[in-house]
């Protein structure tokens, strides 16, 4: 919605009131296609209805949801009507939209909005977003926390920042990010921006989760002795503890990337055959911040083992998320 806001903000030459509609008195069903808002153009409200998996979206079925949409939110729509937002359009739909007068949006990218007289390719080029495909391990840190219910939102760069020890500046920056990515809304209140999660807990993941990465910046071999305190269950070890994977001969542990410089000068050649040895790795950020009970935390794990293609490994990340409460 905030690439959506800015997109439309830009066109119309005047900022775009959006106003979360939330889930009261809204089917399960229509929850589960769509995220509805109220938005506020011209001096008219619209019903902005963002289509949450375009690869399932079907006219037909819409025409049939659209009533019980609008009958759930009456007063929200009696102005100017609705538009359809999308991340992607398939060309048949966009078509059949089209030809059928039917307001839609792919920010950035395409505007057929024929009650404010817009029709609209991609003559209006996206800002260039300074990121890149992947999040950054703050704004990785930052999505994590909010699966774990260590953060809630609405928050700012500022409470963000205390909640997870770094600056505010660091905050702002992962504001941005999250906003860039369709990850977060952010808004003005007074001084402060608010960073505000619009997702369910299940739906961010699977949204967030294309653009994260492993958290292992490097790994090597330690004589168990010589372990930090502050090391955590890691890796496959991590795993074994959660599903029917056997225990590894080598335990695994991580630390924090920062740790490697304390740590360099008792790291073993990869053909060490001692066997009172353990895997260390080290994390882009500090696994001690959404670690429990002496173990990395479980969306952390599962992505430090993506690069995994053994079967077993792959049965159990699965079994792993399974057992997920959201």
Same mark, same amino acid.
């Given at each position: 919605m905030a690439s959506f806001q800015a997109y439309i903000s830009r066109n119309i030459g005047e900022e775009l009131l959006v106003q979360d509609l939330g889930q009261k008195r809204i089917p399960s069903y229509i929850n589960s296609n769509y995220f509805l808002n109220s938005i506020t153009a011209r001096s008219k409200r619209y019903l902005a209805i963002t289509v949450k998996d375009e690869t399932t979206f079907r006219p037909k079925a819409f025409?049939?949801?659209?009533?019980?949409?609008?009958?759930?939110?009456?007063?929200?729509?009696?102005?100017?009507?609705?538009?359809?937002?999308?991340?992607?359009?398939?060309?048949?739909?966009?078509?059949?939209?089209?030809?059928?007068?039917?307001?839609?949006?792919?920010?950035?990218?395409?505007?057929?909005?024929p009650q404010l007289g817009y029709e609209i390719g991609n003559q209006v080029a996206q800002p260039v977003v300074r990121f890149h495909k992947r999040l950054s391990p703050t704004a990785q840190l930052t999505i994590i926390a909010y699966l774990l219910n260590r953060i809630k939102t609405p928050l700012s760069p500022t409470?963000? #920042? $205390?909640?997870?020890?770094?600056?505010?500046?660091?905050?702002?920056? !992962? &504001?941005? *990010?999250? +906003?860039?990515?369709?990850?977060?809304?952010?808004?003005?209140s007074g001084r402060e921006r608010l960073i505000h999660v619009p997702f369910a807990r299940q739906d961010l993941w699977r949204l967030a989760r294309p653009h994260m990465?492993?958290?292992?910046?490097?790994? #090597? $071999?330690?004589?168990?002795?010589?372990?930090?305190?502050?090391?955590? !269950? &890691?890796? *496959?070890? +991590?795993?074994?503890?959660?599903?029917?994977?056997?225990?590894?001969?080598?335990?695994?542990?991580?630390?924090?990337?920062?740790?490697?410089?304390?740590l360099e000068h008792l790291l073993l050649p990869p053909d060490y055959e001692e066997t009172d040895v353990s895997n260390i790795q080290f994390w882009k950020y500090d696994p001690m911040l959404l670690g429990t009970e002496n173990e990395v935390d479980i969306f952390s794990l599962y992505l430090s083992l993506s690069d995994e293609i053994d079967e077993r490994m792959s049965i159990a990340k699965d079994e792993l998320m399974e057992q997920h409460v959201w």
């Open positions: 025409n049939k949801h659209l009533s019980i949409i609008m009958n759930a939110t009456p007063d929200m729509v009696r102005d100017g009507g609705y538009i359809l937002v999308f991340e992607r359009m398939r060309a048949y739909v966009r078509q059949q939209l089209t030809e059928n007068g039917i307001a839609h949006c792919v920010p950035w990218q395409r505007l057929f909005w409470a963000l #920042g $205390l909640n997870l020890k770094f600056s505010r500046m660091t905050g702002s920056r !992962i &504001a941005n *990010e999250l +906003a860039a990515f369709n990850l977060a809304e952010v808004t003005d990465r492993s958290p292992v910046q490097e790994s #090597g $071999l330690i004589e168990a002795r010589h372990l930090p305190k502050k090391a955590l !269950i &890691a890796g *496959e070890s +991590a795993l074994a503890r959660h599903t029917m994977l056997g225990e590894p001969p080598t335990p695994t542990y991580a630390v924090d990337k920062d740790s490697k410089q304390h």
